[in-house]
């Protein structure tokens, strides 16, 4: 028997970012991202990660610098990241930055339709530095997300 780890086998480390204003998520503007509590969220993808053999370490914050410090923390321990930077998508040249810097892959989410509302959100300053993007989903942009990042890291 080949007791060696296959990329099947070996346990994924993933790391969620929630950008600002995530945290009032149920309750904050629900026409554009849904009912959901952040909590909701979180349990949901935790449950989803345990399927597919997957640890997770989640981390909301409304802070720029939070979000680029828990990249940069992660390296050595991530294979890949999840990230809605929330409004920081059309305005953080450092999380593109930090992105690029990390070494592991990127998908980023959105609940909403970003293409489909206000012409600044049009534009993401952090996409380039993700191998895709999810938007328009709502909750389920970051399930569609997490498989997709999955699905990438078992392949590579």
């Known amino acids: 028997m080949n007791n060696k780890s296959t990329p099947k086998d070996k346990t994924l480390h993933i790391l969620i970012l929630h950008g600002p204003n995530l945290n009032l998520l149920g309750s904050r503007e629900p026409q554009h991202y849904g009912k959901t509590s952040l909590e909701s969220i979180n349990a949901m993808l935790e449950e989803e990660a345990s399927k597919h053999n997957a640890e997770l370490r989640i981390l909301q914050s409304n802070h720029e610098g939070s979000l680029i410090d828990a990249l940069h923390q992660a390296i050595g321990w991530a294979d890949g990241a999840l990230i809605n930077a929330g409004a920081y998508t059309h305005t953080s040249i450092a999380l593109h930055d930090a992105l690029r810097a990390v070494g592991f892959p990127a998908v980023e989410v959105h609940l909403s339709n970003i293409y489909a509302r206000e012409p600044f959100r049009h534009h993401s300053y952090i996409a ?29």
Do not use: N, P, W
Not at 135 to 140: E, I, T
């Open 128 to 156: 380039a530095a993700c191998i895709g993007q999810v938007s328009g989903f709502g909750a389920r942009s970051y399930l569609l997300g997490l498989h997709g990042l999955i699905a990438h890291l078992r392949e590579t």
